[in-house]
């Protein structure tokens, strides 16, 4: 699924969080006065900062269960972008859609995605629990991949319940028999045009740590060598 995730460039005020590359520690309290700039390819504007909050925050190896973070985003709908890109989510106040592919992504670029050449912002609807057969469509496309190492974590951004009224269905797709174009079925929504952080209910960070002893690492650690 893709991300409508920016990058900051220049900055008129203050950042209470270090963005450089993908590095640095992001404060709870992610504000900033004044913003100039936003992305490659977008003119240069103002944006006044919302002040928003990280409400909770999970730090879990990587060979530990979810089954805590994951009762919380059950039943919601939600975005889910790299923790270094939240700030300038915040700064802007809105979650943008990324048509022309300029935006930076969390789960990759895709030329054939639905919900992005329908100008849509991609979510994951966890509303209700999908069908496994013929495959487990959650696994499709996995919410946490992101935070897996070497990430430095993702922030999950957890929708409003007044702003179901405008979400875009997956069965969309269908009805259109657009077939040679990618969604995940039974999982992945969209939201059309920027979503507003005033639709946002809550900010969950998930960062997911290295386990040296892990089968995960071993192999992780195999493929580095064989490509290095």
Known sequence: MASADGKIFTATGAVASDVAGNEGAI??????????????????????????????????RETEPL???????????????????????????????????????????????????CNCV?????????PDDPLPFRKRCDPFRPARPPSEGVAILIMEPL?????????????????GEVVVPYVEVGYPGPLALSLI???????ITKDPKSHTAMLRKAWDSKNH
């Open 67 to 117: 089954d805590e973070v994951e009762a919380v985003i059950e039943g919601h709908v939600f975005h889910v972008t790299h923790l270094a890109y939240l700030p300038s989510i915040l700064e802007c106040e809105e979650i943008r859609p990324n048509r022309d592919g300029t935006l930076l992504t969390t789960f990759g670029f895709s030329e054939n995605s639905y919900f992005r050449k």
């Open 163 to 179: 702003a179901y009224v405008n979400i875009i269905p997956w069965t969309k797709w269908k009805d259109e028999k657009v077939f």
């Open 122 to 130: 991609s979510l994951f609807d966890y509303r209700e629990k999908p």
């Open 27 to 60: 404060s709870q309290r992610l504000a900033v006065s004044q913003i100039a700039g936003y992305n490659l390819g977008h003119p240069t504007y103002l944006c006044q900062c919302i002040d928003m909050e990280i409400s909770r925050e999970y730090k879990l």
């Open 201 to 207: 209910a809550e900010i969950i960070k998930v960062e």
